[in-house]
């Protein structure tokens, strides 16, 4: 695991513990007769590869974790911050080449993309707890990606800027609609930079199916 891989896994975990002291903090808000307009969720995500990401990786899902915060705009709209991490692996012998030539064999190919967005969602149908809603992010993110092939090892990585539409629903349910699940898909798509491996830029896009969990 390289070093950057770490920092973002540490920031992420950073994050995460974060989460719930936010979330305390609007339960106390309530307490007090103040009402809460936001939402913390902790996601479980599900991608499959698209483009230069199953080009470069051949196939598989990759799993992830999340952390969103949501502050309600109006009864319609919503905007906030969102962080995640994903990771593809992919054991193959498929031919990669290189500027000065091309390797086969049994190669680990790896990617970890950790996207930072600001985002924003319209809510169009709302009807018996359910917030159907349209929007996603714009923002940074960074890719890391290894390759293995016996003993040679290589790494790059880069700095992208990160379009994510993103279609889902909010469901409540408990006291109040206190607690909230979120089912979305999301369409990752960096634009293309850096000098990747096989020469070049690229921008490693990916669909992900998100899972969150969280309150008001």
Avoid: C
Wanted: net charge neutral; hydrophobic share 40%; charged share 15%.
């Amino acid at each position: 695991m390289t070093t950057r891989r770490r920092l973002l896994l540490a920031q992420l975990l950073l994050v995460l513990g974060i989460a719930p002291l936010t979330a305390r903090r609007a339960e106390a808000q309530q307490s007090l007769s103040e009402p809460s307009n936001f939402m913390s969720l902790t996601t479980f995500d599900v991608s499959v590869p698209l483009g230069d990401t199953k080009r470069y990786v051949t196939g598989g899902v990759g799993p992830g974790l999340g952390w969103e915060g949501r502050w309600t705009v109006n009864a319609h709209a919503s905007a906030g911050v969102a962080v995640s991490v994903v990771g593809f692996s992919h054991h193959t012998t498929q031919t990669i080449d290189f500027p000065s030539g091309a390797a086969t064999g049994d190669q680990l190919r790896q990617l970890m993309p950790a996207n930072l967005l600001a985002t924003g969602f319209v809510y169009p149908v709302q009807h018996n707890g359910v917030r159907w809603y349209l929007g996603g992010g714009v923002g940074g993110g960074h890719i890391d990606q290894d390759f293995s092939l016996g003993t040679q090892q290589l790494s790059r990585g880069a700095w992208h800027l990160v379009v994510a539409p993103e279609i889902g629903a909010e469901v409540r349910a408990g006291p109040d609609h206190l607690f909230v699940g979120v089912f979305s898909l999301r369409y990752n798509l960096p634009v293309a930079a850096g000098d990747y491996l096989g020469g070049g830029s690229r921008k490693f896009q990916y669909l992900t199916l998100r899972f969150g969990i969280g309150e008001e």
